[in-house]
């Protein structure tokens, strides 16, 4: 697979997950954008890439700001000269603090809508009239394998997942007709801060993980639930969608697939 000339942007791709996958398409010749929204560190991801030998620039966005997310298309465009690739992966398990409470509340409900849901339409919305004049486009959003099915421990989470799915779908449909594939990946068990925070929770208010460090509940979990018995990591994401937005790709679009070691067989 070759990405060389293509042009990606990454949201939240200073850390985590985005990292990885804004590593991973810089591994495969694409130049990359890293939006995020902590500067220093997206200069520092950003400066880590371009030791690959392709251009990065860091930009700070917040995806629930349609004029940041105007701004970041319109400074793309003028340093770039085009954009090919849309990474939707900026995303949070809840509000602030939402780790600490039995039960969801409504600022989880508003964030996870906000930041998961309509922060991929703010990017869509403004990020593809360029790919449309273009006739060409890839756009991959950040789903979830809770996505696939309701979580008592995070409702909140699972239904803007869910979401993702389910806008990923419609957006095939209507991009299909300008040559833009629109897929979607559903990550199984990382160990990444978000994930910390899940455990934290399962061992605060679940009795058959009370009082486990969220490191032990995890791994419980990818025992569990896990057919491969191994857990999965941000560079298995960033392969998928690398994947995803290769020509080898050009084929596939309407999709949501699971990385998850075996997690959800369907």
């Not at 997950?17 to 950003?46: P, Y």
């Not at 360029?130 to 996505?147: R, Y």
Request: aromatic fraction near 6%; glycine fraction near 10%; include cysteine.
């Amino acid at each position: 697979m070759t990405l060389k000339g293509k042009v990606a942007v990454v949201t939240g791709g200073a850390t985590g997950i985005g990292r990885a996958i804004a590593f991973a398409l810089a591994r495969d010749g694409a130049d990359i954008v890293v939006a995020d929204l902590n500067r220093e560190v997206a200069q520092e991801t950003a400066a880590e890439i371009e030791k690959l030998g392709v251009t990065a620039n860091a930009v700070i966005c917040d995806v629930t700001k349609p004029w940041m997310i105007e701004k970041l298309g319109t400074s793309t465009l003028e340093r770039m000269g085009h954009i090919d690739i849309l990474i939707n992966n900026a995303g949070v398990a809840g509000a602030p603090g939402w780790h600490e409470h039995p039960h969801s509340r409504e600022e989880d409900w508003r964030s996870a809508y906000e930041v998961n849901v309509k922060g991929i339409f703010n990017c869509v919305t403004a990020l593809t009239p360029s790919m449309k004049e273009q006739g060409s486009g890839k756009i991959v959003n950040l789903a979830s394998i809770a996505g696939r099915e309701g979580r008592p421990a995070i409702p909140h989470y699972s239904a803007s997942k869910a979401a993702v799915i389910n806008y990923t779908q419609g957006l095939a449909h209507t991009l299909a007709p300008f040559n833009i594939n629109v897929n979607a990946v559903c990550p199984g068990l990382l160990w990444t801060p978000m994930w910390e925070q899940v455990g934290q929770r399962y061992a605060g208010h679940n009795k058959d993980y009370a009082g486990l460090p969220a490191r032990e509940v995890f791994d419980r979990m990818i025992k569990d639930v896990i057919p491969l018995g191994r857990e999965q990591t941000p560079d298995d994401i960033g392969d998928c969608v690398s994947f995803l937005v290769s020509d080898d790709a050009h084929n596939i679009t309407g999709q949501a697939i699971n990385v998850d070691g075996g997690a959800f067989l369907r």
